[in-house]
């Protein structure tokens, strides 16, 4: 049964190119490898023909062999392949060890795995397993040692690590040995670069010691890590600290109490001294590591020592960053209560580091890694964060610059939005009124009450919440203030979408429509603002799934025609597209629809069908806006609207606008490669543009594109259809080869190179 089955290895096969369900050549080799291994009694026939066929010269046997090693694995006994591991190593290191090709790569790391995790089943019973293991270890660790290249030395630490994961026998092995020679390694090698490669190699090994639960079996080899990443971090080099202390993250469960002093020393001196960010970000992320392990060394060493409020405010050298180092740490319980307790009785006293210790709080407690939503409220509970915060932006909202006041209001906005529904309701009772007081004397104050209910819950309502629409309905249009204009527009679109249907919804849409509709008469300065209300206003009830969406979407799509406000148009529908990170988030608890930017593109496309003759003063701005449509919508939606997008794509590419080429040229490219018949049916049209573009001074991603776009229909299309242009845009092509920067000129070579052989024999398309 076997011979017969055999014949078929490996498959050869090409499916016709009109079968409509075209069986695939790989489709018959996952068939076929299953019956070669069907039962024990294949194993030595199975495993001959596949190390024969791992000899071939052909990428498909090679392939095909790997993945039957693997598949044998799952039928086959461990004692099926006793007799060939050696021959098995050879032909698996021989192909894992491939310089380009990635799939024979993969395949071969698979099949090792698969190999040695069946052999360790036998690891206590049959020496086979650990003879194995060991030649691939002492094969592993000449190449290590022969190493000169990060890539060779990345390449024998893969296949140590593939083997070391197959099985938790494997693992000790490899970890045992692996962990002394590479702490030796970094002593003989004086390449920083392998150095580095040797310290992320120590951590690697660590995990997959942890994940096996063998950590007391290499206890021996593993203490010595800690210490190694001291000797990496005490060398001045950023590279070696960042690579020390994130192998030092790994290994902390094994961090002794001898070594924290010294590391803190280290992680200190780089907080109040180093500019480096990616540096300063590493130490801060340690020592919240280390805290964790041990919270009272570093009270006493960071905390009451090194980083003391008390002392803070004096030494005003490296002042942020200390903070952020103690913002960082106030997310572990041990330390909360001391740190915010100091660092708010900076903010209630108006110290004048107050503003850098509202900013170091705002940028920490923003990480939804470190503090969850609990821990947020369990603060707020305990020490009233909030009202400290109000308080300060009270004093200094009218006298200090708005950019030093954001940390605040963001501060307040992201607490709030952690906070459970109830909770919210007490602060806003608290706050509210006397808020709106104030927003009578000075606008200004708008943006603190903004902060207070952008994030609130969705069943989150009270008796004020018509009262501060009427007043962020008037401020985003009569404000002069942009940052207070934009953030009242956004709370009346948050308020729109997160009401309840029923009666809180209906008060609020009704009260804004009134109030709108009398906004007719207002002077043309207010109309650019109207307009992007209109856009706030549209986004919130699409986001939210309502139908009402289209009441205002139809608004501005009329306003398209406007010679004088087509612009104002474009840049609303710009933001009903675009995602904002201030708005419209889980965050903020709002409604996100998973499907609204394919709805607008229905939406918009059935309206802009009825705007009527587009003016050539309005043309540009009425392209745009579609650009941002089909610009964020799903490819998929867009194969369906082919005829009807493909003319206003080819119609932008003779306008300057960079948004709108860079939007249409992506699309083009889009529909090219799916070659389109309503593209080759213009390209009379497309091609003089394209190279136009291909020298578009103002944009170099424009330029890309274009010879991205060019490359793709030469291979897209029919050589018929291109040799009538090929001669000319050889030509045309010219200049770009010698382009000032090195990613276009390199796409000119590929576009001009694939024009030269359109038509050449041999060329690997239909005539």
């Known amino acids: 049964m076997f011979d017969v089955v055999s014949c078929y290895y490996p498959i050869d096969f090409h499916p016709s190119p009109g079968d409509p369900a075209a069986v695939t050549r790989q489709d018959l080799a996952n068939a076929l490898a299953p019956c070669l291994c069907?039962?024990?009694?294949?194993?030595?026939?199975?495993?001959?023909?596949l190390i024969e066929k791992l000899d071939s010269n052909l990428q498909v046997a090679k392939l095909d062999s790997l993945k039957l090693l693997t598949?044998?694995?799952?039928t086959f006994g461990p004692e099926c392949y006793?007799?060939?591991?050696?021959?098995?190593?050879?032909?698996?290191?021989?192909?894992?060890s491939h310089k380009t090709d990635e799939a024979l790569k993969m395949a071969a790391h698979e099949a090792l795995s698969a190999l040695v995790t069946k052999l360790s089943s036998t690891a206590n019973t049959d020496q086979a397993f650990e003879t194995f293991v060991e030649g691939i270890l002492i094969s592993m660790q000449s190449a290590i040692a022969e190493a000169t290249t990060v890539i060779q030395f990345v390449h024998a630490t893969k296949v140590l690590l593939t083997t070391a994961n197959a099985s938790k026998e494997s693992c000790v092995i490899i970890c045992g040995s692996m962990i002394p020679a590479t702490i030796a390694?970094?002593?003989?090698?004086?390449s920083k670069k392998l150095q580095i490669c040797s310290l992320d190699f120590l951590g690697e090994l660590y995990d997959l010691a942890k994940h096996w639960e063998v950590l007391d079996r290499v206890q021996v080899q593993i203490k010595e890590i800690p210490q190694h990443c001291l000797t990496a971090v005490s060398e001045t080099s950023k590279e070696?600290?960042?690579a020390g202390f994130k192998t030092l993250i790994k290994v902390i469960d094994v961090l002794e109490t001898d070594l924290v002093v010294p590391f803190v020393e280290v992680l200190i001196h780089n907080v109040q001294y180093s500019h480096e960010t990616d540096l300063l970000s590493t130490s801060v992320e340690t020592v919240h590591h280390i805290a964790q392990k041990y919270p009272e060394l570093i009270m006493s060493l960071v905390v009451k020592g090194k980083c003391d409020l008390g002392n803070l405010t004096a030494d005003l050298n490296a002042l942020r960053e200390r903070l952020n180092l103690l913002s960082n740490l106030l997310s572990i319980d041990d330390f909360t209560k001391v740190i915010i307790e100091e660092m708010l009785k900076l903010i209630v006293e108006n110290d004048k580091e107050a503003p850098k210790v509202i900013e170091a709080l705002s940028e920490t407690m923003?990480?939804?890694?470190?503090?969850?939503?609990?821990?947020?409220?369990?603060?707020?509970?305990d020490h009233n964060l909030i009202n400290s915060v109000v308080a300060w932006l009270f004093i200094e909202i009218e006298s200090t610059s708005q950019e030093v006041l954001a940390h605040g209001y963001t501060l307040i906005s992201n607490t709030m939005g952690s906070l459970p529904a109830a909770k919210q309701i007490n602060i806003l009772e608290q706050h509210t009124q006397i808020i709106l007081d104030k927003c009578k004397m000075h606008e200004v104050y708008f943006l603190i009450l903004e902060s207070l209910y952008n994030s609130v819950h969705q069943s989150v309502y009270n008796d004020k919440f018509p009262d501060i629409l009427a007043l962020s309905l008037k401020l985003s249009l009569t404000c002069d203030n942009e940052m207070i204009r934009t953030k009242a527009c956004a709370l009346t679109a948050h308020f729109l979408n997160k009401a309840d249907y029923g009666p809180n919804f209906e008060l609020l849409y009704e009260y804004l429509k009134n109030y709108l509709s009398s906004c007719s008469g207002m002077d043309n300065a207010v109309c650019p603002r109207l307009i992007m209300l209109y856009g706030w206003i549209a986004k919130a009830l699409v986001m939210r799934g309502s139908d009402m969406f289209m009441f205002w979407l139809q608004k501005i799509t009329t306003v398209l025609l406007s010679p004088d406000y087509a612009k104002d148009a474009a840049e609303s529908i710009k933001l009903v597209m675009s995602s904002q990170p201030s708005y419209f988030t889980t965050r903020h608890h709002c409604r996100l629809s998973l499907l609204y930017k394919q709805r607008m593109f229905v939406a918009f496309a059935g309206l802009a069908e009825k705007v009527g003759n587009v003016t050539p003063e309005t043309k540009e701005h009425y392209l745009l806006s579609w650009a941002y449509v089909i610009g964020r919508a799903p490819k998929s939606v867009l194969n369906s609207e082919v005829n009807k997008i493909a003319p206003l794509v080819i119609d932008s590419l003779e306008y300057d606008n960079k948004d709108l080429l860079l939007v249409m040229l992506d699309v083009l490219c889009h529909f090219v490669q799916s070659a389109h018949v309503v593209v080759s049916d213009s390209l009379q049209t497309i091609l003089p543009r394209l190279v136009n573009l291909s020298r578009y001074v103002k944009s170099m991603d424009v330029r890309i594109k274009s010879l991205q776009c060019l490359y793709d229909i030469a291979n897209a299309y029919r050589t018929a259809l291109l040799l009538p242009y090929k001669p000319d845009i050889l030509v045309d092509l010219s200049p770009s080869l010698d382009d000032k920067k090195r990613l276009v000129r390199n796409m000119a070579v590929r576009a001009r190179t694939r024009w030269f052989l359109i038509g050449a024999p041999g060329e690997a398309k239909p005539n």
């Open 38 to 49: 069907a039962i024990p009694a294949f194993g030595e026939q199975c495993l001959i023909l």
């Open 185 to 190: 390694f970094y002593s003989f090698k004086t």
């Open 366 to 381: 923003s990480n939804t890694n470190l503090y969850s939503d609990k821990k947020v409220t369990q603060i707020e509970s």
């Open 71 to 74: 598949e044998t694995c799952k």
């Open 82 to 96: 006793g007799p060939f591991l050696k021959a098995l190593w050879g032909s698996i290191r021989r192909e894992i």
């Open 240 to 242: 070696y600290q960042i």
